[in-house]
């Protein structure tokens, strides 16, 4: 019996529930990072086999009649992380990464938006910090940051760590929201200044609550 929490392979495909639908299968498009949900499309075998063996994610057209690679046109393709099947297996969570907006609208999502909201948006904030690392830096203080190094980056942290302690015994919820968020960018540019992200935060804080 295969793992449910593993992500499908190859050795899967033969698996799953194709008579269900005529062949295809539902496939939710997500995030890798931001956990948005970006589109729905569908997948027949040779789809999802090519999904897999190319690492682009890879619908089959029902309007076209054929195999579609998400952004063979456009350049906007999601480079794939995983695929789950759910528990009936006739439909797929995909999660990627996205090289550009995804809609044809030039929105991230099919679903509208201006991006992920919530806790995802933090992913969100680290690609707006890696993008304007490359900016110059008399005009971004992202980049000025990046640039002036990691003593630099980590003395801001303790100021912004001590103000949001000052904050919680001396202002009010506002105020603690501010100082708060001022601290969690100067820890994402810290992130990108060393080369991880949210992503490995999180895992070790799941790994310490399992």
Known sequence: MRDRNAPLS??????LGWD?????LPAIVQDAQTAQVLMLGYMNREALAATLSSGFV?????????????????????????ILPDCDGDALLVTA???????????PSCFGGDGAQGI?????????????????????YTARLLA????????????EGVELALAAVSRDRDGCIEEASDLLY???????????????VTARLAERHR
């Open 10 to 15: 190859a050795d899967d495909i033969d698996r």
């Open 58 to 82: 890879t619908f089959f057209s029902r309007s076209k009649g054929r195999l579609w690679q998400k952004g063979e046109t456009s350049g906007n393709r999601l480079a794939l992380a995983a």
């Open 20 to 24: 269900k639908m005529d062949g295809l």
């Open 186 to 200: 100067h820890l994402t540019v810290l992130m990108e200044a060393r080369g991880f992200g949210w992503a490995d």
């Open 97 to 107: 990464t996205p090289a550009g907006p995804t809609c044809h609208l030039g929105t």
């Open 120 to 140: 995802g948006f933090l992913a969100r904030l680290a690609r707006i910090v890696r993008d304007r690392a490359a900016a110059v830096p008399d005009q971004s």
């Open 148 to 159: 002036e190094g990691t003593p630099r980056i980590a003395q801001k942290i303790g100021e």
